[in-house]
Nanobody, 116 residues
Framework: QVQLVESGGGLVQPGGSLRLSCATTGFTFSSYAMRWYRQAPGKERELVAAHNGEGGITIYASSVKGRFTISRDNAKNTVYLQMNSLKPEDTAVYYC?????????WGQGTQVTVSS
């Protein structure tokens, strides 16, 4: 059974940091590209960061580049998103995604709220 379980979200003040985790089971983690998306109220889901798994290639949305870092631990089947210098506009539900060609899996999401 495939499962992606996000954790680490919460309420943080502007300028603060959070580290999201996505623990996975049920598929060959190392063979999948792992991505973080987010969706704010009234907006479409957007790609935040991606890690291709092999070669360590990462990409970031321009809005988070230099502040967010995606990493993965293939031994633990887990992907992380370190978020620093958080801004109110980072407020959203953050989703973990595993993708390989046409096969993809999603987590249930974790809420991140940046507010003073």
């Amino acid at each position: 059974q495939v499962q992606l379980v996000e954790s680490g979200g919460g309420l943080v003040q502007p300028g603060g940091s959070l580290r999201l985790s996505c623990a996975t089971t049920g598929f060959t983690f190392s063979s999948y590209a792992m991505r973080w998306y987010r969706q704010a109220p009234g907006k479409e889901r957007e790609l935040v960061a991606a890690h291709n798994g092999e070669g360590g290639i990462t990409i970031y949305a321009s809005s988070v580049k230099g502040r967010f870092t995606i990493s993965r631990d293939n031994a633990k089947n887990t992907v992380y998103l370190q978020m620093n210098s958080l801004k109110p506009e980072d407020t959203a539900v953050y989703y973990c995604n595993a993708q390989r060609v046409l096969r993809g899996y999603w987590g249930q999401g974790t809420q991140v709220t940046v507010s003073s």
